[in-house]
T-cell receptor
């Protein structure tokens, strides 16, 4: 069974620090990779997508993909209390079956 | 831009009753999905649809039925609700890949089976 693994946390970081969130996946055929943020009681919202090895930056967020190691990460620079949420990693293959991790809870301490 | 709307947002029902959760999207996305989210399990795929009249099972389809007669609608029916189906249900959609096949979620339907 295809799996996506994340540390459930909580990951606590002080305001202004870099938060590093990690995710591993089991299916080497995975083609697309996503990070979603989910506030308590809300639906997941897309933060970033990444499709090729390397880094992709968008504002304070950087996604990193290493297909050889089956590893994807999300860095949040200058973390803010409003970044406190659960972050979901998702992967998909060509068949459009998205597999989600259980999420990492991030707490940014003011 | 309405996006994806789900109804009802909150529902309490009794064991054995039939319940239908509605999902409507305004983007004309080809793909639509139903997920349930439970503590400790994350998001699990119930059913998905690649187009009107094409549906397929996901990871946890037992006890659920879907249909997709129109591209924009993808209702999920619990034929005979059980307490284990108490969960939050998310409908989602994605296009055919032209914009990277990102999946977008509705606001969720909170279902309690008593």
């Amino acid at each position: 069974q295809k799996e996506v693994e994340q540390n459930s946390g909580p990951l606590s970081v002080p305001e202004g620090a870099i938060a590093s969130l990690n995710c591993t996946y089991s299916d080497r055929g995975s083609q697309s990779f996503f990070w979603y943020r989910q506030y308590s009681g809300k639906s997941p919202e897309l933060i970033m997508s990444i499709y090729s090895n390397g880094d992709k930056e968008d504002g304070r967020f950087t996604a990193q993909l290493n297909k050889a190691s089956q590893y994807v990460s999300l860095l949040i620079r200058d973390s803010q209390p409003s970044d406190s949420a659960t972050y979901l990693c998702a992967v998909t293959d060509a068949a459009y079956k998205y597999i989600f991790g259980t999420g990492t809870r991030l707490k940014v301490l003011a | 831009d309405a996006g994806i709307t789900q109804s009802p947002r909150y529902k309490i029902t009794e064991t054995g009753r039939q319940v239908t959760l509605m999902c409507h999207q305004t983007w004309s996305h080809s793909y639509m999905f139903w997920y349930r989210q439970d503590l400790g399990h994350g998001l699990r795929l119930i059913y998905y649809s690649a187009a009107a009249d094409i549906t397929d099972k996901g990871e946890v389809p037992d006890g659920y039925v879907v249909s997709r007669s129109k591209t924009e609608n993808f209702p999920l029916t619990l034929e005979s609700a059980t307490r284990s189906q108490t969960s939050v249900y998310f409908c989602a959609s994605s296009d055919d890949g032209s914009s990277g096949n990102t999946i977008y979620f509705g606001e969720g339907s909170w279902l309690t089976v008593v």
